[in-house]
T-cell receptor
Framework: NAGVMQNPRHLVRRRGQEARLRCSPM?????VYWYRQLPEEGLKFMVY????????ESGMPKERFSAEFPKEGPSILRIQQVVRGDSAAYFC???????????????FGQGTRLTVV | QQQVKQSPQSLIVQKGGISIINCAYE??????FPWYQQFPGKGPALLIA?????SEKKEGRFTISFNKSAKQFSLHIMDSQPGDSATYFC????????????FGTGTRLTVIP
C-alpha cells in the first residue's frame, strides 16, 4: 500500500517559468491538502480539494497559484511565473475523509522542493 | 497570526533523558491535536494524536499531555534516543468542518549519545 506520492522530489525553475507539482493520494483517499514549508518554519495550509472540487483555498496566494484534483489522475499544484520567494518545500497530504472525524488522519508525502533561480 | 505556538525552537537532550516540547493554542474550537515527526528531506509523519476527552495518551515512549483549561498540550519522549533526533511539529484542528491543520513552528530535537 503505497503512501502519498509526490513528484518531482526536486524542481528547479528560472524566474518567470511555470512549476507543476504532482500528488497521488493514498489508495482509497479522496481528500487532498497542499501545504507549503519555508526553511525553518512550520507548514502553512494552502488548499483543500476533493475529487474535481476545490473545497477551501483560503491559504492560496491570490495570483499565480492554482490547484486541481481531476476525476482521474493526480492532484496538481501549479505556480505560474515563479519568483524567488516561491522557493520552498511543498507537501501534499491525503485523508480518507474530512479531517476532524474520528480516526481520520492526514498522511503526508515526501514533498517537492522547489528552487527558483 | 500563529494559531499554535510551539516551544522551544531547539532542544538538546542526552541519550536516555526526557524530551519535552510544549504547545499552546487560542482557538477553543480545536479538538484534535496531532504531533508530527519530520526527518531532513522527508515529509511529516504522524507520531501520536489526542482529543480533549482525555488528559493523557501514551504510545510506547511517546506521551501527549493535554491541559484543556490552560489550552496547552505537550509531547514527552521518554528514554530519548539518537534516532529520535528530528524536527517535531504540533498541530491542531477541529472536528466540525475542519479543512486543514494549523501547525506550530517546529522544535528541532537533537539527542546526543
Amino acid at each position: 500500500n503505497a503512501g502519498v506520492m509526490q513528484n518531482p522530489r526536486h524542481l528547479v525553475r528560472r524566474r518567470g517559468q511555470e512549476a507543476r507539482l504532482r500528488c497521488s493520494p493514498m489508495k482509497g483517499h479522496s481528500h487532498v491538502y497542499w501545504y507549503r514549508q519555508l526553511p525553518e518554519e512550520g507548514l502553512k495550509f494552502m488548499v483543500y480539494l476533493q475529487k474535481e472540487n476545490i473545497i477551501d483555498e483560503s491559504g492560496m496566494p491570490k495570483e499565480r497559484f492554482s490547484a486541481e484534483f481531476p476525476k482521474e489522475g493526480p492532484s496538481i499544484l501549479r505556480i505560474q511565473q515563479v519568483v524567488r520567494g516561491d522557493s520552498a518545500a511543498y507537501f501534499c497530504a491525503s485523508s480518507p475523509g474530512p479531517l476532524g472525524q474520528q480516526n481520520t488522519e492526514a498522511f503526508f508525502g515526501q514533498g517537492t522542493r522547489l528552487t527558483v533561480v | 497570526q500563529q494559531q499554535v505556538k510551539q516551544s522551544p525552537q531547539s532542544l538538546i537532550v542526552q541519550k536516555g533523558g526526557i524530551s519535552i516540547i510544549n504547545c499552546a493554542y487560542e482557538n477553543t474550537a480545536f479538538d484534535y491535536f496531532p504531533w508530527y515527526q519530520q526527518f531532513p528531506g522527508k515529509g511529516p509523519a504522524l507520531l501520536i494524536a489526542i482529543r480533549p476527552d482525555v488528559s493523557e495518551k501514551k504510545e510506547g515512549r511517546f506521551t501527549i499531555s493535554f491541559n484543556k483549561s490552560a489550552k496547552q498540550f505537550s509531547l514527552h519522549i521518554m528514554d530519548s534516543q539518537p534516532g529520535d533526533s528530528a524536527t517535531y511539529f504540533c498541530a491542531a484542528s477541529w472536528s466540525a468542518g475542519a479543512n486543514n491543520l494549523f501547525f506550530g513552528t517546529g522544535t528541532r530535537l537533537t539527542v546526543i549519545p
